[in-house]
């Protein structure tokens, strides 16, 4: 059976929007199945999509899917390339009928869209299964008050399932990411439940495309030890996924960036804890005797992934309402900058510190490794720094406390350190995340046609 190759064209929300027309173009002249997919969505970036669909029931799905999809839509219904995207995120059905009205804005003849459910267990009864969950695991209580949403991970059978039933497009809330890829390679090749070799070899092909262009060079890319070239226009990767889950990474054609060992080897360690053990909802994926080989220009081969029997359980997200977090910052230019800066910290410090967890830096100094209350800056000796900006951020529950550290900030331009200027103050609300297991026969999912 000939192989399918698979497209990412994104590898998360706000991802660039003009990726996936050379991926398209690509397959096109490729010629065969295939498929694109779309990964936006990470764990905040679902709780968010909860918030924004709290404030407004028509919201809630990527707010880019226009954007992404407006330039490829047409070429792919018209060459039979299947899209299959997270899009969806805390309202598949809403990224559903957004696509049909692009559809008919386009005019296109309305595509069969499927819409895989089952992920959200916000309602009353998920939300005790997660209760129990969380005791058992010996979380604290879940807080009724505080709590946001909680989504499982499902697999890729519904995905399979829809694609096999005549879906053009199938929009997915929370999935893992690599089952974005496997469902298409699953519909394709026919694989079983049990097909545990397959099943694993075509997951690892999904994590390679999961984060677009990291595995074609962006994430890769060191100035001086890891040369990438035409990284403004770096391509985006392309599976060729083979009837034994093997597959061939490549790139779009015509772009920039670099698919080499490094680079697949790079991503194929990427959020992996145990090479042996990769849990999956589908599979548990075993990377430890994989062979990595270059078999052409931007073209790597990766066979020898081994598949062993699901687990019983799916992975659940829950979040919940983490207060406020507040950020200002203030820049301190010339002779002295790096003093008056410290000191403007001191003085915030001196009138917050008592009301909230504050956490201070000094960018262009100390602003990636710097810790808690500025500990490390303190056990610094001054410096002669003539361009710092001062950042200072905050968190709290009362929203009233956060303004207040925004005001004092903003009170710095008379009444702090001399020569401050150009202050920014920002406010979000946090979200906390806790995570734990739940049976996989209590999460039931399943697919339905848009109508």
Not at 127 to 136: F, G, N, P, Q, Y
Not at 142 to 153: G, H, I, K, S
Not at 271 to 300: C, F, K, N, W
Not at 391 to 412: F, N, S
Request: with cysteine; aromatic share 4%.
């Amino acid at each position: 059976m000939a192989d399918i190759a698979v497209g990412c064209g994104a590898g998360f929300s706000g991802d660039r929007v003009d990726a996936a027309g050379p991926v398209v173009r690509t397959l096109i002249e490729r010629g065969g199945p295939a498929a694109l997919m779309f990964e936006m969505l990470a764990e905040r970036t679902l709780a968010t999509a909860h918030l924004a669909r709290r404030s407004a029931p028509t919201l809630g799905f990527e707010p880019l899917l226009d954007l992404e999809l407006r330039p490829v839509l047409a070429d792919c219904l018209q060459h039979g390339i299947t899209i299959v995207g997270n899009f969806g995120a805390a309202n598949p059905e809403g990224a559903a009928r957004c696509i049909a009205d692009l559809a008919e804005k386009l005019g296109l003849a309305t595509p069969r869209i499927a819409v895989v459910s089952g992920d959200d267990l916000s309602d009353s009864t998920g939300r005790e299964l997660v209760r129990h969950a969380l005791h058992a695991c010996a979380d604290p209580a879940l807080d009724d008050e505080r709590f946001v949403c909680a989504n499982a991970y499902l697999g890729a059978f519904e995905i399979a399932q829809a694609i096999r039933a005549g879906a053009q497009i199938v929009v997915t809330g929370r999935v893992a990411d690599p089952a974005l890829a496997l469902g298409p390679a699953i519909a394709h090749h026919g694989w079983g439940r049990e097909d545990w070799d397959e099943l694993a070899g075509a997951t690892m092909a999904g994590h390679l495309l999961e984060c677009g262009a990291q595995v074609s060079g962006g994430y890769f890319a060191d100035p001086g030890r890891k040369e990438v070239p035409g990284l403004d226009n770096v391509g985006f990767p392309i599976a060729e996924i083979a009837a034994d889950g093997s597959c061939v990474i490549g790139k779009a054609s015509g772009t920039g960036g670099l698919v080499d060992t490094r680079t697949v080897k790079e991503q194929l360690l990427y959020e992996i804890h145990d090479p042996a053990r990769y849990l999956t909802p589908d599979v548990v994926a075993d990377i430890s005797m994989a062979d990595v080989l270059q078999i052409g220009v931007d073209r790597v081969r990766l066979s020898g992934v081994r598949g062993h029997p699901r687990t019983p359980t799916l992975k659940v997200c829950a979040f919940f309402d983490g207060g406020w977090l507040g950020e200002a910052e203030i820049s301190y230019a010339g002779p002295g900058a790096e003093a008056r800066a410290r000191l403007a910290l001191q003085i915030i410090d001196s009138r917050c510190g008592g009301d909230l967890a504050l956490r201070f830096d000094l960018i262009g100094l100390s602003s990636v490794l710097g810790d808690d209350r500025g500990q490390l800056l303190r056990s610094q000796a001054i410096g002669q720094s003539e361009d710092i900006r001062l950042r200072v951020a905050g968190r709290h529950d009362a929203l009233a406390v956060i303004d207040r550290l925004l005001r004092e900030v903003t009170a710095l331009w008379t009444g702090g350190p001399a020569g401050g200027g150009g202050v920014r103050t920002s406010r979000r609300q946090r979200l906390s995340m806790r995570s734990c297991l739940v049976p996989r026969d209590r999460v039931p999912s399943t697919f339905t046609f848009l109508t």
